[in-house]
């Protein structure tokens, strides 16, 4: 389903950042600099179809660097990637709606952008807004909703579509517990249809649960991959280091 080699993404951090007008008038008579950050260094892997991979690592170590090359994101800087099959991404949850439209006009926005007609959207709506439970809400400006808010209904758009590929990053780090144990049973469910799964979580015991296989980047690489007992183990001797 999916098959990368050779891939590397570097970006440029400024060493002083200008957010204000001052800074930046002051700025213009100052030569800028730059750190270089390797995301990626010379990754490859393959993904078949049917696996639940999860994908763990400190921060930085590349993790959402790599799902967002995945979903097209991010175009980079060498290698290749090849996927075969819908992808639907479920990372920074929210971001991308619209802010003074409502909920439900974000709904049709953000589902056709995911390939769903009218007629779909339409037979899902009620399924969308129960499932994020913004029932009361659903005619407010997004503007106006708080960031779990949006993350709930960002996610229970994405998730009626039918796609191959699922990149969830960290997607549980928002909403109560009640949120987050509908998500679990979405991810069941998938599991069970056998989708393919890349998922990035810090949390050890969902790794567990789901993945039938593991992958522990650091600074860009694969620095282990195997099964999720053995390669959390090696991650946690890696921070205690």
Excluded at 38 to 62: H, M, R, T, Y
Excluded at 206 to 224: K, N, P, Y
Aim: charged share 25%.
């Amino acid at each position: 389903m999916i098959q990368v080699k050779n891939l590397s993404k570097e970006f440029l951090i400024p060493h002083q950042r200008r957010d204000t007008l001052k800074e930046g008038f002051i700025g213009l008579f100052k030569k800028s600099t730059y750190e270089r950050f390797k995301a990626l260094n010379n990754l490859s892997l393959q993904v078949a179809p049917g696996e639940f991979i999860g994908i763990i690592g400190k921060n930085g170590s590349g993790k959402s660097t790599l799902l967002k090359i995945l979903s097209g994101i991010y175009q980079p800087d060498s290698g290749s990637v090849e996927v075969k099959g819908e992808i639907a991404p479920f990372l920074e949850l929210g971001i991308g709606f619209q802010p003074e439209l409502t909920a439900r006009e974000n709904i049709y926005l953000n589902g056709t952008l995911l390939g769903m007609t009218r007629k779909e959207i339409n037979q899902r709506f009620d399924s969308m807004v129960t499932f994020a439970g913004v029932e009361n809400f659903i005619d407010l400006k997004v503007k106006n909703y708080s960031s779990g808010m949006r993350a709930r209904l960002a996610f229970a758009i994405a998730r009626e579509a039918d796609a191959d590929i699922y990149l969830i990053d960290e997607v549980l780090a928002v909403g109560d517990e009640s949120f987050q144990q509908k998500c679990l049973e979405v991810f069941r469910d998938w599991k069970r249809k056998g989708k393919t799964i890349l998922f990035v979580s810090h949390n050890p015991g969902l790794i567990e649960e789901f993945c039938s296989r593991v992958i522990l980047l650091d600074q860009g690489r694969i620095l282990a991959e195997g099964k999720a007992k053995e390669v959390i183990e090696q991650y946690h001797k890696c921070n205690s280091l």
